[in-house]
């Protein structure tokens, strides 16, 4: 299966996203959206609606380890249904994320 020519496409989408400090290193966030497409190029005419939603916990310490390092953790959970007028492109997805940074807290500089 590889990408197709869909034509035209008429969308609506909403989203909303928020997140609250819950202690000073870590912040814990909330998003959904949900978004229909209708492709009516295409006989029959295809409607698609896919509704996707998640919550997430980022950790910061600056200053690692007595340097000049960032490390921030984090990690989510997200959910996404894909619901369309075509039954075998219905699907259900569950994901987990678990993503780690290091930063410079001071960007390096090199020249004059």
């Not at 190029?41 to 997430?56: F, I, M, N, W, Y």
């Not at 990690?75 to 894909?82: D, G, I, K, L, M």
């Amino acid at each position: 299966m590889g990408a197709e020519d869909l034509g035209l496409s008429i969308y609506y989408e909403a989203g909303m996203e928020a997140d609250y400090n819950l202690t000073r290193r870590v912040i814990g966030d909330v998003f959904g959206s949900y978004r229909q497409d209708k492709y009516e190029e295409l006989d029959p005419v295809r409607r698609d609606k896919a509704t996707r939603g998640g919550v997430g916990l980022t950790y910061t310490y600056e200053r690692w380890l007595s340097s000049n390092i960032n490390f921030i953790i984090r990690t989510e959970y997200s959910y996404r249904n894909f619901d369309s007028n075509i039954d075998e492109l219905d699907y259900v997805e569950n994901r987990g994320l678990l993503t780690i940074t290091l930063t410079r807290s001071q960007p390096y500089r090199s020249g004059r």
